[in-house]
């Protein structure tokens, strides 16, 4: 055997997870990935002259061997078997529909006929793997791959057959070897896509073991074990001695540039969290490399960050990019999910892993906002203060008494932003499934919401709109309270927010005081001001009346050619046009004075009769009766 290391780098699990997330299977679009993989193959065709001519002689191709056999001549022969497969899988959904129930027979004929088409592509694949690493052109986890592939086919054909029980014996090796390959993995991403199939291949393991009436079929692990020690030197020979080699070679690989490739384990409440899926953990990664980034300094790199605010600000923006990649790649499986459970039991499901996702994104968005507040805080203070903060031994007073008023509308913007993700952190259900944490962030809201009321009533001061001022300070005042209310709840170690928006009674407290104090001062002002009397000026502005609009309406001539079409032409009256608002004004007042002339003539008109009434008729008036 030659000592020359391995030359193709082919893997067949990797590749196939690729091509099936990206052209279509992620929401079962068997048709389109079909359609990928005849393009695929033709192309692979003509790059590796496999063609054959326009001429009507046929000519054999002459076969792949390990001595002239490339990376080409192995995705051929795997995109040929996914190609079949995913026809297979077409036909089925297509003899599954009630408009095709009388060629339902044809139609699972012609998809057992690829089903076996692609077994043939796939054993062809494994017997060039064999060849290949006997070579020693192919490692231990290449030709692993390949195996599990086949194994995997072998075993939904049968199925599929209603053969349930070889099926089982296929899929409990296949699982099996995908959990030895994922204990073994050097890198997070190549045990995530041993996960990732493992999960695939689990409800079909236990639908074969319900059809074979096993009573425990729910536990998938204990079948795993049970059938697939007895049959993996049948189905897979030789693979212990590659489980043997894998392991040895991710110890070395370990050893070299292993932990940049391996993702922290990722913690809830105290439950790990398994990231299952490829893609996901390149994005982790990534998120990963940008807090190493951050955190550089020490234990308390993130505290020695901050006094540069230019590099911090920079650190954190590089995580939330990161970050935001990740809640998109977790928001696109968990929409690929929705009508699938493959979740394997007692794990966290994607929903879960997306809801986590969010909740670190918006708890960095939070930090990074809280250092732009305080790089404002420390750079708007004015020379006087910051020489007595300096020389001064006490504490120096607080910020917002010696801000620039300039600062304040950045200041409420930047709040406004740490609300807005607070609240929608509040409606993550990992929040709700947590009563403290829910209780830490509701705290935090009314937290924030007094500091924005504080600020945005100092805004009001150059101003001199004292009343406004007060009633915000009020609002402040309300919040404090709140969230002294929650606090008072949670105990400091129940408190998980604390990592990234500290908050203690001492905070309220200066808060509160803070408010109390602008209250003060606010009120002193006013009362020098004008001796605290409301502004006469803002009576003078009124709501414009109704009827400065009333003219302005649209003739419609709906009703008019109603009546024509009903054979009654209505007569055109010509619309008069208000010209001006006098005029309008005066056609207002003749209305206004019509009904008080009308009453003064039927008044004058019952004074005229009474008077012609007169003589005989009051002398004898209870004879005929009243009028």
């Known amino acids: 055997m030659s000592t020359n290391p391995p030359t193709l780098s082919f893997r067949a699990l990797q590749l196939a997870n690729e091509q099936r997330s990206a052209y279509g299977l992620?929401?079962?679009?068997?048709?389109?990935?079909?359609?990928?993989?005849?393009?695929?193959?033709?192309?692979?065709?003509?790059?590796?002259?496999?063609?054959?001519?326009?001429?009507?002689?046929?000519?054999?191709?002459?076969?792949?061997?390990?001595?002239?056999?490339?990376?080409?001549?192995?995705?051929?022969?795997?995109?040929?078997?996914?190609?079949?497969?995913?026809?297979?899988?077409?036909?089925?959904?297509?003899?599954?529909?009630?408009?095709?129930?009388?060629?339902?027979?044809?139609?699972?004929?012609?998809?057992t006929a690829r089903f076996r088409r692609a077994i043939h592509w796939s054993s062809q694949l494994l017997t060039l793997c064999h060849s290949l690493h006997a070579a020693n052109k192919l490692n231990a986890?290449?030709?692993?791959?390949?195996?599990?592939?086949?194994?995997?086919?072998?075993?939904?054909?049968?199925?599929?057959?209603?053969?349930?029980?070889?099926?089982?014996?296929?899929?409990?090796?296949?699982?099996?070897?995908?959990?030895?390959?994922?204990?073994?993995?050097?890198?997070?991403?190549?045990?995530?896509?041993?996960?990732?199939?493992?999960?695939?291949?689990?409800?079909?393991?236990?639908?074969?073991?319900?059809?074979?009436?096993?009573?425990?079929?729910?536990?998938?692990?204990?079948?795993?074990?049970d059938i697939g020690a007895k049959k993996r030197a049948a189905l897979a020979q030789g693979c212990d001695a590659l489980i043997k080699q894998l392991e040895e070679t991710a110890e070395k690989e370990k050893g070299t540039d292993g932990g940049r490739k391996r993702l922290r384990e990722i913690q809830w409440e105290g439950e790990p969290v398994p990231v299952r899926n490829p893609e996901l953990v390149d994005a982790l990664l990534k998120v990963q490399d940008a807090e190493a980034r951050l955190g550089r300094g020490g234990e308390d790199g993130k505290r020695q960050i901050l006094a540069s605010s230019r590099k911090g600000i920079a650190a954190y923006d590089a995580i939330l990019l990161a970050l935001s990649d990740a809640e998109e790649v977790s928001r696109k499986l968990t929409e690929s999910k929705q009508s699938t459970a493959t979740a394997a039991s007692g794990t966290r499901d994607i929903h879960f892993v997306h809801a986590y996702v969010v909740y670190q994104l918006l708890s960095n968005r939070i930090q990074r906002d809280l250092l732009l507040v305080d790089a404002l805080q420390q750079s708007s203070k004015s020379p006087k203060s910051r020489d007595a903060s300096e020389t001064s031994k006490k504490p120096a007073p607080t910020v917002a008494d010696v801000l620039d008023v300039r600062v304040y509308p950045a200041l409420i913007k930047l709040l406004n932003s740490v609300l807005q993700s607070l609240e929608q952190m509040r409606t993550l259900s990992v929040v709700d499934e947590s009563p403290d944490l829910a209780s830490s962030i509701e705290a935090r809201i009314s937290y924030?919401?007094?500091?924005?009321?504080?600020?945005?009533?100092?805004?009001?001061?150059?101003?001199?709109?004292?009343?406004?001022?007060?009633?915000?300070?009020?609002?402040?005042?309300?919040?404090?309270?709140?969230?002294?209310?929650?606090?008072?709840?949670?105990?400091?170690?129940?408190?998980?927010?604390?990592?990234?928006?500290?908050?203690?009674?001492?905070?309220v407290d200066a808060a509160d005081a803070a408010v109390a104090k602008h209250s003060l001062s606010s009120k002193q002002a006013w009362f020098t001001h004008n001796g605290g009397v409301v502004d006469p000026t803002a009576q003078q502005?009124?709501?414009?009346?109704?009827y400065n609009i009333a003219f302005n309406y649209v003739q419609s001539?709906?009703?008019?050619?109603?009546?024509?079409?009903?054979?009654?032409?209505?007569?055109?009256?010509?619309?008069?046009?208000?010209?001006?608002?006098?005029?309008?004004?005066?056609?207002?007042?003749?209305?206004?004075?019509?009904?008080?002339?009308?009453?003064?003539?039927?008044?004058?008109?019952?004074?005229?009769?009474?008077?012609?009434?007169?003589?005989?008729?009051?002398?004898?008036?209870?004879?005929?009766?009243?009028?």
């Open 141 to 225: 986890s290449r030709l692993l791959e390949a195996s599990i592939y086949s194994l995997v086919l072998n075993g939904r054909f049968l199925r599929y057959r209603d053969d349930f029980e070889a099926a089982l014996g296929y899929l409990c090796v296949a699982r099996d070897l995908l959990d030895r390959m994922a204990s073994a993995a050097a890198s997070s991403r190549d045990q995530a896509l041993a996960r990732y199939f493992g999960d695939e291949i689990s409800p079909e393991i236990r639908y074969c073991a319900h059809e074979m009436g096993d009573s425990k079929a729910y536990d998938v692990d204990n079948i795993v074990k």
């Open 557 to 627: 001539d709906l009703m008019a050619r109603l009546e024509e079409r009903a054979g009654k032409a209505p007569s055109v009256v010509p619309a008069q046009q208000v010209q001006s608002h006098q005029q309008a004004k005066e056609v207002m007042e003749e209305i206004r004075e019509e009904p008080q002339q009308e009453q003064k003539a039927q008044t004058q008109t019952q004074g005229e009769n009474t008077q012609a009434r007169g003589g005989l008729s009051n002398l004898l008036g209870g004879w005929w009766g009243k009028k």
């Open 26 to 111: 992620r929401y079962h679009d068997y048709q389109r990935y079909r359609k990928h993989c005849a393009n695929r193959t033709h192309r692979l065709r003509c790059t590796l002259k496999m063609t054959h001519g326009k001429g009507k002689e046929f000519k054999k191709l002459p076969p792949s061997t390990p001595e002239n056999a490339k990376d080409g001549h192995l995705e051929l022969l795997l995109f040929e078997s996914e190609r079949a497969w995913a026809y297979a899988q077409d036909l089925i959904a297509q003899a599954l529909l009630p408009a095709n129930a009388e060629q339902a027979s044809s139609l699972r004929h012609k998809a």
């Open 541 to 546: 502005w009124k709501k414009p009346t109704f």
């Open 448 to 507: 924030t919401k007094a500091r924005r009321c504080l600020y945005l009533s100092r805004s009001y001061l150059p101003s001199k709109r004292y009343p406004e001022a007060l009633a915000l300070c009020q609002h402040a005042a309300i919040d404090i309270r709140e969230t002294r209310s929650t606090l008072s709840t949670l105990s400091p170690s129940d408190d998980p927010v604390s990592t990234y928006y500290p908050l203690t009674k001492a905070d």
